[in-house]
């Protein structure tokens, strides 16, 4: 299990493995999935969750 690190640790550590030049936007974009998937397995762990088949009733509905 890795050791509990600040969310700006996390940002720079993500940021320095992108290449030199990559631009601006593709920065942001990375640091919101890794936020997204942060949160998704926050969710997870604290049973915040649904099953299959439930979100095949959802997709339906839409």
Same mark, same amino acid.
């Given at each position: 299990?890795q050791p509990l *690190?600040? /969310?700006k *640790?996390e940002a720079? #550590?993500a940021?320095?493995? %992108?290449?030199?030049?990559?631009? %601006?936007d #593709?920065i942001?974009?990375? %640091?919101y999935v890794?936020n997204?998937? *942060?949160?998704?397995? *926050?969710?997870v762990? /604290?049973?915040r969750?649904?099953?299959?088949?439930? %979100?095949t009733?959802?997709i339906e509905q839409?």
């Amino acid at each position: 299990m890795q050791p509990l *690190q600040s /969310a700006k *640790q996390e940002a720079i #550590e993500a940021i320095q493995k %992108l290449p030199d030049n990559v631009d %601006l936007d #593709e920065i942001v974009y990375r %640091l919101y999935v890794i936020n997204k998937i *942060q949160q998704g397995m *926050q969710d997870v762990e /604290a049973g915040r969750t649904i099953s299959h088949e439930e %979100l095949t009733r959802e997709i339906e509905q839409w």
